[in-house]
């Protein structure tokens, strides 16, 4: 896939807008595994080595009850996918048009399709941010483990009372790629890993998703995009250029995909087909076992 900003590498004034530089991943060309990589490595390893022995004591000895013994050991090894929903509230994104953004990310995450969707896949974790210009990124929800209607129902709400948090940025898609992968880290082991990045036009501001691309590891993450366009009558000349876009330069991975909002009156139905498309896609396929992204 051809990517418009593939660059060597990273233009030296455009690493600060890269979160936590020294955590940033070497560009996969160069072969080279910092130090500070491979002891971040070793350590995360010896952590699941510990709490993993940890666990086998507590079986074996009898310390942890036999009806408490199944959801323990499932919570550690049955993730089915980790997902993180991104969501652009960059300066082209007004007060209503963000509330739209917000109550239908919400609303379609607790629609009855997708409850019932999750429950049935099992082992669904979501993270959620809001992005706008470089080092505006901001945590609406941390890892949560979606696993009956009451958690999918709280984070549902958490979403729908969260206040804005940028309103005057650019769009900095490089850096909302760079954040994302960042969550990833933290992410539990999963069989899939999955970045939704919901915005309404192209990078402006900072490094590119291909730079991201370059500078993060994202051989284990699929980045799907979905893409808001002005509704078909208001549509001006060359609004379907945010679709080529994400489709050039966003998306991302194995089975990769876009879902288009026709407007921003239009994301809950297209939010809710992308959340059942993407969990739909792993209750029918026995999907393979991931590595963690690191």
């Not at 070497?26 to 971040?40: A, D, I, N």
């Not at 049955?78 to 300066?91: F, G, I």
């Amino acid at each position: 896939m051809r990517r418009s900003d593939d660059l060597q590498s990273l233009h030296p004034a455009e690493r600060q807008a890269v979160p936590n530089p020294d955590m940033r991943q070497l560009p996969r060309t160069s072969g080279v595994v910092s130090p500070h990589r491979r002891l971040h490595r070793r350590c995360r390893r010896s952590i699941r080595s510990i709490w993993a022995g940890m666990l086998a004591a507590f079986l074996a000895a009898g310390a942890v009850p036999a009806a408490a013994q199944g959801s323990l050991s499932g919570a550690l090894s049955s993730c089915r996918l980790a997902l993180v929903l991104a969501l652009d509230v960059s300066a082209s994104v007004d007060a209503g048009e963000y509330k739209l953004l917000r109550d239908g990310t919400a609303a379609a995450l607790q629609s009855p399709e997708v409850i019932s969707a999750i429950l049935s896949l099992g082992g669904v974790h979501v993270s959620v941010f809001e992005w706008s210009g470089r080092q505006r990124q901001s945590l609406v929800a941390g890892w949560t483990p979606l696993g009956d209607e009451a958690d999918i129902v709280a984070l549902s709400s958490r979403i729908g009372a969260h206040r804005r948090s940028y309103t005057q940025y650019p769009t900095a898609l490089g850096s909302a790629l760079g954040f994302a992968q960042r969550l990833m880290r933290d992410a539990p082991p999963c069989e899939r890993y999955v970045v939704d990045i919901a915005g309404d036009g192209p990078n402006n501001h900072g490094f590119g998703p291909a730079s991201a691309y370059r500078a993060f590891d994202y051989s284990a993450i699929t980045v799907n995009g979905l893409v808001v366009t002005p509704e078909i009558d208001e549509a001006p000349a060359g609004s379907g250029d945010a679709v080529d876009y994400y489709r050039a330069e966003v998306i991302n991975g194995p089975d990769a995909f876009i879902e288009v909002a026709l407007g921003y009156g239009d994301i809950e139905r297209a939010m809710r087909r992308k959340l059942l498309r993407e969990i739909g896609t792993l209750s029918l396929s026995a999907a393979p076992a991931r590595s963690q992204p690191e």
